[in-house]
């Protein structure tokens, strides 16, 4: 069994910045993937951002030039540093890690940390 669980979320004014971070747990033999998803109030939920295990990243285009992802592979970890985060940025945002277990590929979601960008 797989555990996942973001933090760094919170309030923060328009401009500013926040990290989250991603960290998985339990059996899992490797990591080939880790991304970033968010969900705000009466949407659906949508891609941020991923990250796979050689390093390779990809960006929905409303965050490119503003967040970062990133990843330590020893930990087990991601992490998204989001600058000049605006108001449309507020959002519920999920980690998912895409893992090898068993011989299988498997994925798994975290409970979500709240962003809210307001003055």
């Known amino acids: 069994q797989v555990q996942v669980v973001e933090s760094g979320g919170g309030l923060v004014q328009p401009g500013g910045s926040l990290r989250l971070s991603c960290a998985a747990s339990g059996s899992i033999f490797s990591i080939n993937a880790m991304g970033w998803y968010r969900q705000a109030p009466g949407k659906e939920r949508e891609l941020v951002a991923t990250?796979?295990?050689?390093?390779?990243?990809n960006y929905v285009d409303s965050v490119k030039g503003r967040f970062t992802i990133s990843r330590d592979n020893a930990k087990n970890t991601a992490y998204l540093q989001m600058n000049s985060l605006k108001p449309e940025d507020t959002a519920v945002y999920y980690c998912?890690?895409?893992?090898?277990?068993?011989?299988?590929?498997?994925?798994?979601w975290g409970q979500g940390t709240l962003v809210t960008v307001s003055s």
């Open positions: 998912n890690v895409y893992y090898v277990f068993a011989g299988q590929s498997l994925l798994t």
């Open positions: 990250i796979t295990s050689g390093g390779s990243t």
